[in-house]
């Protein structure tokens, strides 16, 4: 399994990024896929999941209205809109997914990609 971050940078407050995550060495479109994030000094936090087909999105309250999530099941890729970006958005983002073998879930995250949103 692998899973590939891009498309972070620096932004100014009040701008849009679009991240991408392309997903490679497993059934992508039989699994939901999320975004994380992870400050410094704070523990990693869920920004935004997508269930398998792409019907059902769910949000942190803290991005509710300004991001969304999406994925291209033909393409293997997830990808996460941000706009009205925030100072406190400034994180490493990571793409994350957990399939399964038999019963046992097995974690699987990516490098992720850097956000630093700054005047």
């Known amino acids: 399994v692998q899973l590939v971050e891009s498309g972070g940078g620096l932004v100014q407050p009040g701008g849009s990024l679009r991240l991408s995550c392309a997903a490679s060495?497993?059934?992508?479109?039989?699994?939901?896929m999320t975004w994380y994030r992870q400050a410094p000094g704070k523990g990693r936090e869920p920004v935004a999941t997508?269930?398998?087909?792409?019907?059902?999105?769910d949000y942190a309250d803290s991005v509710k209205g300004r991001f969304t999530i999406s994925r291209d099941n033909t393409e293997n890729m997830v990808y996460l809109q941000m706009n009205s970006l925030k100072p406190e958005d400034s994180a490493v983002y990571y793409c994350?997914?957990?399939?399964?073998?038999?019963?046992?879930?097995?974690?699987?995250w990516g490098q992720g990609t850097q956000v630093t949103v700054s005047s």
């Open positions: 994350y997914v957990q399939d399964y073998i038999g019963a046992t879930p097995r974690d699987y």
């Open positions: 997508i269930s398998n087909a792409g019907t059902r999105t």
């Open positions: 060495g497993f059934s992508f479109s039989r699994y939901p």
